[in-house]
């Protein structure tokens, strides 16, 4: 199985960026399609974003569209999101998940390996 180690989250003001990384081990990255959620104070884990094997395809939430990018790199396997011009709303802890099938989801329940999470605040 994969482990999964977020790092890069903390505090920044709006309209700030930030970028987080996911970084794997026990297995290759490239077996699995990758997503980041993320789960807000007092609210449930909410779908940010999902990038196929080879990174050929990404999709995001209407939330984060046009603001964050998701990305790979297999040859070191590492998952990204670069996050710019950051909100209030975007505050929550990110974690990056792995999906063993090969089909892209951005469904929760899909993912079968999950990262420890990584806080970001954003200030106003």
């Known amino acids: 199985q994969v482990q999964l180690v977020e790092s890069g989250g903390g505090l920044v003001q709006a309209g700030g960026s930030l970028r987080l990384s996911c970084a794997a081990s026990g297995r290759t990255l490239s077996n699995y399609v990758m997503a980041w959620f993320r789960q807000a104070p007092g609210k449930e884990r909410e779908f940010v974003g999902r990038i196929t094997r080879s990174g050929d395809s990404t999709a995001y939430s209407d939330s984060v569209k046009g603001r964050f990018t998701i990305s790979r790199d297999n040859a070191k396997n590492t998952l990204y999101l670069q996050m710019n011009s950051l909100k209030p709303e975007d505050t929550a802890v990110y974690y990056c998940?792995?999906?063993?099938?090969?089909?892209?989801?951005?469904?929760?329940?899909?993912?079968?390996?999950w990262g420890q999470g990584t806080q970001v605040t954003v200030s106003s």
């Open positions: 998940a792995a999906r063993s099938n090969w089909f892209p989801s951005t469904r929760q329940r899909d993912y079968d390996y």
